[in-house]
Structures are given as structure tokens and as C-alpha cells.
């Protein structure tokens, strides 16, 4: 009988995981589904060239330091949205929406600038010589075409998250799903007719990639804000949402205190990430091509215990808003719990067939290997991942931001770059090594999260 309950701290009855999986699921499966089209959109553009492939990925690493601004910066206010939601307080819902929006538009700004003026100086930072795969001049110029045509996209992204982030922590998942698996359709259709030029199209390339994409975010904006406004019934939060843009000064100090650390977090934690790939890029435009090839792979796995991450912060938090406080401490422990299982045993079923997957990619052999060993290590690390993203949501749905800056882009930018960079710039070890430490640098961020979890600093209720 004590076994039993101690094993019922960690994991729950089947109505927890039927509650758990019908937040987590809809998150899951669009995730899963956009990373497949990301992995045969690489697939198609790596079909016409490993420079095309290469100047893609290039571009989309900087991309994704704005995509993860505006996550970070919609999730400081999506904490209150949540806790907002679980007392039912509309208008407080409302006001959570203004400043997203407000706060979307301006880094929207700051965004298009950034990569208009600097964009191909920033490309040019990854390309590197050192290996026998790739042509610098041509990798650079394709991933300048592809940049040209995505930063038309920035706009419908922006706005298209602001409505999913509030549905979703308004407790509904299954609309951005739905939008999200129309526009993946269309994305996958336009790669294949505008990357090889059927039916009449011109043969585009990368740059038919990008086009592909931006029209692909344009459907996905207009199907999720359209049936906000068509359902105010269901999303009281949208009437009169746009009467002013007014939002209470108490509120936006609330938010900018707790929200402004993640979006410094996501910030320096993406410019962090983008950071280690420059580092790891200088040992040839291979390194590059191969952590490409790993990282879509990877990614398109990695959505399991990411979407279990988001489910701990809308959970937990509508639980914190409602001051059901040992329910929190139970969802949040048994969603870690749960992460950790999956990511184990997905990580090892990974590790084994690694060499399998960079077969699908018409490129070298040298390629192909970095990529195999790239995918092996990530994916034996996998439990620290999901252990590292679970505690952060965790501190994270109670509003301790400033903790989880630390914890998330302090121990990155302190102890893991410091690491991989004299490594992969003064030392001699092999690629593959270099890689593998900073991977096991994760274990300082899971020890970390574990002290801070169990002693509950996060455990509280931020908008009574």
C-alpha cells in the first residue's frame, strides 16, 4: 500500500490523463503534423541542393529567434490569461488580449527591421570553410532569397499566435489545431507545386519554400480570427476587444514585471541556440547541413514532451488561479513524471534507427554521418529535456519569471556556450564530442529545476 501511493504521487488515474491529453493532444498533433511538413519541405529542398537545403536552415535558425520573442513575450501575459480564465473574469481576459496584441506589434517592428538590414551579415556569420560539402557563395545567396520572401510572413504569424495563445489558454486547443492542419495542408501542396515548378510553376527552389510558407500563415491567421469573431458566445473575451486598446496600468505593470523576464528569456535562450550552431559551424558547412538534418528530425519528436510542457503552464495554471494549490503540486509532478517516461522511451527507439533517418536527404555521405550522430546524441538525452522543459513551465504557471530567466538563458549563455564555443574553436576534439558535452550540460539546468520545484516557490496565485 505504500509503494502504491507513492507511485500515485507520480502518476495519476485515467481521468487525469483523459483531462491532460485533451489539452495536450490538439497541441501535439498540430506540432507533430507542422514538423512532418517541415521535414518533408527540408526533404524537398534538400532534393534540389545541399546549398539550398543548408542556406534554408540557415535562415529559418534566425527566424526562430523571432518566433520565440513572440512566444515569450505572449506567454508573460498568457500566465494571467490563464489564471484569468480559471476564475472566470472576461474582462481580465480582454485586457491580456490587448497587450498581446500591442505587444506583437512592436516586436513585429523591431523584427522586420532587424533582418532587413542585417539579414545576410547575419547569415554569413555560419558559413565557415572545413569540410568537403557545400559552396559558401551559393549558400549564402539562397538563404538570402529565402529571407527576402519569409519576412512577409512575420505579420500573419504574429497576429495568428496572439488569438491561438488566448484560445488556447481559454481552454480551446481544438481550433488552432484544426487552422494549423488546413494551412500545413497548404504549405505541403504549394512546396510541391513551387520548389520543382509543377503544374505550370515556375521552378522556385528555396525561395518557392518561403512563398509556400507566408501563404500557408496567411490561411492559418485568417481561419483562427475569423471564428474568434464568429463565436463570441464561446470567447467572451473578443466583444468590444477592439473598442479601445486601453489596457489597466495596474495589469500592464503585473505583466511587464512578470512577463517582461520571458520575453528576455526566449530572447537570449533562441539568440543562445543560434549561437551554439554558429559555434558548431565552424568546423565546416557539413556541421551545418548535418545539425539540419538532426534538428528537423529531432524536432518532429521533441513535440511530445514540448506540448506536455505547454499543457503544465494552462493546467497548473488555471489551477493556481482557482487556489486549488495541492492540485497543482499533483498535475504538475505527474506531468513531469510522464514527460520523463516518454521522452525515455521514444529517445532510445530514436538512438537506434539514427542512421536511417538522413538517408531520406539526397547529400553526401559526410552529411548523412554527422547527421546520424547528431540525432543519437539528442535523443539519448531526451528525459533531460523533458525533465529541464517541465520544471520550467512549472515555475513559469506560478509567475516566477524571473526564476525561470535564470535557470533557462543564464545557465546557457554562463556555462553551456562558454563550453562548446572554446571547444569547438580552441580545442581538437571531433565535432561529435563537442556536441555531446554541451548536450550534458543540460544535467546542471535539471538539477537546478528539481530544487526549485519541490520547494514550491512557484505554488501561488498571481491575479487575486
Not at 485533451?22 to 506540432?31: D, F, K, T
Not at 520573442?69 to 490563464?82: P, V
Not at 528537423?296 to 511530445?304: A, D, E, G, R, S
Not at 531526451?382 to 529541464?388: C, N, S, T
Request: hydrophobic share 55%; charged share 15%.
Amino acid at each position: 500500500m505504500q509503494k502504491q501511493g507513492a507511485l500515485s504521487r507520480y502518476i495519476g488515474d485515467r481521468a487525469f490523463y483523459r483531462r491532460l491529453m485533451r489539452v495536450a493532444l490538439p497541441i501535439m498533433l498540430q506540432n507533430g503534423i507542422t514538423n512532418l511538413v517541415s521535414l518533408l519541405d527540408n526533404i524537398m529542398v534538400g532534393a534540389v541542393g545541399t546549398e539550398q537545403m543548408t542556406g534554408v536552415s540557415i535562415v529559418n535558425q534566425l527566424l526562430f529567434v523571432f518566433n520565440l520573442c513572440i512566444f515569450g513575450g505572449l506567454s508573460g501575459a498568457g500566465i494571467f490569461t490563464a489564471q484569468f480564465y480559471g476564475r472566470d473574469d472576461h474582462e481580465g481576459v480582454r485586457s491580456t488580449f490587448r497587450f498581446k496584441m500591442l505587444l506583437a506589434v512592436g516586436l513585429l517592428a523591431v523584427g522586420t527591421t532587424a533582418f532587413s538590414v542585417w539579414g545576410e551579415r547575419l547569415i554569413a556569420l555560419y558559413l565557415h570553410e572545413g569540410s568537403e560539402t557545400g559552396d559558401l557563395v551559393a549558400t549564402a545567396a539562397y538563404g538570402a532569397s529565402y529571407l527576402r520572401v519569409m519576412l512577409w510572413g512575420l505579420a500573419p504569424f504574429a497576429v495568428q499566435q496572439v488569438y491561438a495563445t488566448t484560445l488556447r489558454e481559454c481552454g480551446e486547443t481544438l481550433v488552432p489545431m484544426k487552422a494549423g492542419l488546413i494551412a500545413i495542408a497548404v504549405n505541403l501542396t504549394l512546396n510541391y507545386v513551387l520548389i520543382f515548378g509543377h503544374f505550370g510553376a515556375p521552378a522556385m527552389g528555396a525561395a518557392g519554400a518561403a512563398l509556400a510558407t507566408v501563404i500557408a500563415r496567411y490561411v492559418e491567421c485568417v481561419l483562427i480570427v475569423g471564428w474568434t469573431h464568429r463565436h463570441p458566445g464561446r470567447m467572451p473575451f473578443i466583444r468590444e476587444a477592439y473598442r479601445s486598446m486601453r489596457v489597466p496600468a495596474n495589469l500592464t505593470s503585473d505583466i511587464l514585471k512578470k512577463g517582461m523576464p520571458l520575453l528576455i528569456n526566449e530572447a537570449l535562450w533562441s539568440a543562445g541556440m543560434a549561437t551554439l550552431t554558429q559555434s558548431y559551424s565552424v568546423r565546416g558547412l557539413a556541421v551545418v547541413a548535418g545539425l539540419n538534418i538532426a534538428s528537423t528530425i529531432v524536432n518532429l519528436f521533441n513535440i511530445v514532451w514540448m506540448s506536455l510542457g505547454v499543457s503544465v503552464s494552462i493546467l497548473v495554471g488555471q489551477q493556481l488561479g482557482a487556489n486549488a494549490f495541492d492540485e497543482a503540486r499533483a498535475t504538475a509532478r505527474r506531468i513531469m513524471a510522464f514527460a520523463v517516461f516518454l521522452a525515455a522511451l521514444i529517445g532510445t527507439c530514436m538512438a537506434l534507427l539514427a542512421p536511417v533517418f538522413p538517408l531520406l536527404y539526397n547529400t553526401t555521405e559526410e552529411v548523412r554521418r554527422l547527421a546520424a550522430g547528431f540525432i543519437r546524441v539528442t535523443m539519448l538525452t531526451a528525459p533531460l529535456q523533458a525533465f529541464a522543459n517541465s520544471t520550467y513551465f512549472t515555475l513559469r504557471a506560478g509567475g516566477r519569471t524571473w526564476i525561470t530567466f535564470v535557470f533557462d538563458s543564464a545557465i546557457l549563455w554562463v556555462l553551456r556556450i562558454p563550453v562548446v564555443r572554446a571547444l569547438a574553436y580552441y580545442s581538437s576534439l571531433p565535432i561529435m564530442a563537442v556536441y555531446t558535452v554541451g548536450a550534458l550540460l543540460e544535467l546542471v539546468k535539471c538539477t537546478l529545476g528539481f530544487v526549485l520545484v519541490k520547494k514550491g516557490v512557484w505554488v501561488r496565485n498571481i491575479v487575486s
